[in-house]
């Protein structure tokens, strides 16, 4: 009897698993090439044969479909604001905050904005994020910023998540031209914090 052991298999992934892992992989292609990126681009990035993809996903619209739900999803920019240390000061904690939105509203841009250009789901009737699904990002992010501004609830004169909600707003209206403002982070913050007079003196 051999006393060589067995080698066992590696156990696969889920399908669940498996299309996280293909959109992973196809989302930097899809804020690139838009609605001209192929599957076989996708399947080389993803590191599997171009049939996988379709073992869980019925086809390259639904997968697009997959694609955009990610990059709107507020898990990564939650979690970046959940890691600012809460030992710094305030404006230096709003100021990482907003370098953090900065950089999911220009994901959430880039991908929208390839597969619009592209008439991704135009002219048809496809399973789409649920209606609640933008306010219930939003308000995570809220809660994330609120929790962020709380240990310096007393010295503001009005609670955290209203202090929250004005300091997101700000950040939203800027960006509604689709480019960010051209004033420095820490001016912006500054700003916020103590308005646009000076101390008097």
């Known amino acids: 009897m051999s006393d060589k052991p067995t080698r066992r298999r590696a156990p696969g992934m889920s399908p669940e698993e498996?299309?996280?892992?293909?959109?992973?992989?196809?989302?930097?292609?899809?804020?690139?090439?838009?609605?001209?990126?192929?599957?076989?681009?996708?399947?080389?990035?993803?590191?599997?044969?171009e049939a996988t993809i379709f073992r869980v996903f019925n086809d390259k619209e639904e997968l697009l479909d997959a694609c955009l739900a990610e990059a709107i999803q507020p898990d990564?920019?939650?979690?970046?604001?959940?890691?600012?240390?809460l030992d710094q000061?305030?404006?230096?904690?709003?100021?990482?905050?907003v370098e953090a939105l900065s950089?999911?509203?220009?994901r959430v841009g880039t991908v929208i904005g390839a597969l619009h250009a592209g008439g991704?789901?135009?002219?048809?009737?496809?399973?789409?994020?649920?209606?609640?699904?933008?306010?219930?990002?939003?308000?995570?992010?809220?809660?994330?910023?609120?929790?962020?501004?709380e240990p310096d609830a007393e010295s503001l004169r009005l609670p955290p998540d209203q202090i929250a909600t004005i300091f997101l707003s700000l950040q939203y209206s800027q960006r509604r031209g689709g480019t960010p403002s051209d004033l420095p982070v820490p001016d912006l913050v500054e700003v916020f914090l103590h308005g646009a007079m000076k101390p008097s003196t």
């Open 18 to 49: 498996r299309r996280a892992m293909i959109v992973a992989a196809a989302l930097p292609l899809v804020a690139e090439h838009g609605t001209a990126v192929t599957t076989s681009q996708i399947a080389r990035a993803a590191a599997i044969g």
């Open 76 to 85: 990564h920019v939650v979690k970046e604001i959940a890691s600012i240390p």
């Open 89 to 97: 000061p305030l404006a230096s904690r709003l100021a990482e905050t």
């Open 103 to 106: 950089a999911h509203l220009d």
């Open 120 to 149: 991704h789901g135009r002219g048809r009737q496809r399973d789409r994020p649920q209606p609640g699904g933008r306010e219930a990002s939003m308000q995570l992010i809220k809660d994330a910023v609120t929790d962020l501004i």
